[in-house]
């Protein structure tokens, strides 16, 4: 089993940058992509970028490519979730997944919420003046 814990939360201005980290620990952190999510009260959880198992690979939703990135250190079980010139629309309970993959496979990753093995707690992120 794969626990995760995020942390880096908290009230940014518009504009400014934050930096998230998800730390793994239990499981064999290097054959599980991780994906970042975010959930706005009332709204479904969304999907918003992805990382691959060996770190090669990354994907983002259209509206924070450009502005977020994603990397990891499989050494320390952590990955991280910089976030630039951030916007209002950005304030949501942010969540990083698990997703296992085959050993052959490192170098993936979806942002999809049914594949998703092992969930976070979450921490809030509050863009605002």
């Known amino acids: 089993q794969l626990q995760l814990a995020e942390s880096g939360g908290g009230l940014v201005q518009p504009g400014g940058s934050l930096r998230l980290s998800c730390e793994a620990s239990g499981g064999a952190f290097s054959y599980y992509s991780i994906t970042w999510f975010r959930q706005v009260p009332g709204k479904e959880r969304e999907a918003i970028s992805c990382i691959s198992s060996d770190g090669s690979f990354t994907k983002y939703e259209n509206s924070v490519k450009g502005r977020f990135a994603m990397s990891r250190d499989n050494a320390q079980k952590l990955v991280y979730l910089q976030m630039s010139s951030l916007k209002p629309e950005d304030t949501a309970v942010y969540y990083c997944?698990?997703?296992?993959?085959?050993?052959?496979?490192?170098?993936?990753?979806?942002?999809?919420?049914?594949?998703?093995?092992?969930w976070g707690k979450g921490t809030l992120v509050t863009v605002s003046s």
């Open positions: 997944a698990a997703d296992r993959w085959p050993e052959h496979i490192q170098s993936m990753c979806e942002m999809r919420f049914d594949v998703v093995d092992y």
